[in-house]
């Protein structure tokens, strides 16, 4: 088995090396039963990721299948990339999709952001989310949105759909460029034969591209993307890549150390997946890490999840 390649020496004064724009070797198989190494593409210079490459390796060689793509924020270089062109199931990450067409039919008065939706006209879903334990019966569009985007609500994102309509998110993903990302279906509880067989697919790739747009105010419109950013800035899931951030959960919108970040993830069986930006006083960047795996035990998960704290700790070192 070949060893990863080893990352140039830092410059002194902090300033990345001149190796940094070049990529390492890529080795090619990731993610395929019989292969060893994740190909990647790594920036060396001021931070490596050499911690990051051998967590994803060890899943790869496990048999899981694994997408990872981290670009700078400014101007766009690759920092990292692994299998980023891979389809794979993405669970509840695909609902970004959702809430940017729901903002955009908002701003084109389309929607009403206030308009009312009872859950009781909803098949019911009990996956995940905090609505099928509220009184409220109903609530308008823009709370619905805040819950989908916050706490992953299964309820209120299906509520979304419902009203905004499955074809016309497709034709904006469609408008995007996004050529590998799909939202299949609402969320069930059980999915059957007759049913799409996953929530979501996407690409790591993809989904830094998204959410580096967001931040950049280039998806559909300025106020679209300074919406959905919004939304997603009330993530309150920071247990995987985010949990190296050191934020609070449930209150992180205006971080005093200045910690730029936004983030959605995504949760399937054998399904784990997040992507975001973190912007810091030296980089910001966008990424995305995808991770399909059998979830036979609590020690195969939990396996897959050191892979995305790992990625995480290592992204901190990156942008301070």
Known sequence: MPPLPEPAAPDPAGAPAESSRRDAPSLRGAGRKGHKRLPRRAAAGRRSFTSTLRALDELATSGARVSVRIDELDGGSVVLAGDDHVTLPVGGLGVVALL???????????????????????????????????????????????????????????????????????????????????????????????????????????????????VNSSLVSPGVSAQVAEWLSLNSDLSLVASATGLDPF??????????????????????????????PRAGVAYALIVNFDDLSIAHRLRAHDAFRVLGVELMEYVF
């Open 100 to 214: 940017i067409e729901t903002a955009a039919a908002i701003e084109s008065g389309r929607l009403d952001a206030l308009e009312i939706v009872d859950r009781a006209q909803l098949p019911g879903v009990a996956v995940a989310g905090v609505w099928q334990h509220l009184k409220a019966p109903a609530l308008p569009l823009s709370d619905l949105a805040v819950l989908a985007a916050a706490t992953g609500d299964a309820l209120a994102a299906n509520a979304l759909l419902h009203r905004v309509g499955l074809q016309s998110v497709r034709a904006r993903v469609e408008q995007l460029g996004l050529r590998r990302t799909a939202l299949l279906d609402r969320f069930r509880d059980d999915r059957g034969p007759d049913d799409a067989p996953h929530l979501a697919l996407s690409t790591a790739g993809e989904m830094a591209q998204l959410f580096a747009g967001l």
């Open 251 to 280: 209150a992180h919108e205006n971080d005093q150390h200045g910690l730029l970040f936004v983030n959605k993830t995504g949760r399937a069986g054998g399904v784990r997946a997040e992507a975001g930006v973190l912007g810091g």
